[in-house]
């Protein structure tokens, strides 16, 4: 029943910027994004409280990318700026029925959109 579609991923040069797109389906969630690059873990990129009002960014990120929703529109937004090469890995958006903190674990996923930065 809850679903989550991700979109906006693509081929960008360094530099450029990206907004990724998380539609979901179900209800309001706290909601985090994540990425993967090839042969690595997946990493905690942003996350966003159900109302919008508390924003959490991984220290890599922090002053480029930034966390967003519109729950009249059921979406979640990552606006990317000031690409890099490392940035380039899978994304996904995840839903959590629990408060936001270190650690906590996501329900829900999303398929993942591909993004590409090239040097």
């Known amino acids: 029943q809850v679903q989550l579609v991700e979109s906006g991923g693509g081929l960008v040069q360094a530099g450029g910027s990206l907004r990724l797109s998380c539609a979901v389906s179900?209800?309001?969630?706290?909601m985090g994004w994540f990425r993967q690059a090839p042969g690595k873990e997946r990493e905690f990129v942003a996350a966003?409280?159900?109302?919008?009002?508390?924003?959490y960014y991984a220290d890599f990120v922090k002053g480029r990318f930034a966390i967003s929703r519109d729950n009249a529109k059921n979406t979640v937004y990552l606006q990317m700026n000031s690409l890099k090469p490392e940035d380039t890995a899978v994304y996904y958006c995840?839903?959590?029925?629990?408060?936001?903190?270190?650690?906590?674990?996501?329900?829900?996923w999303g398929q993942g959109t591909q993004v590409t930065v090239s040097s």
């Open positions: 966003i409280s159900w109302g919008g009002g508390s924003l």
């Open positions: 179900g209800r309001t969630f706290n």
């Open positions: 995840a839903a959590t029925t629990q408060r936001l903190r270190v650690g906590v674990p996501y329900d829900y």
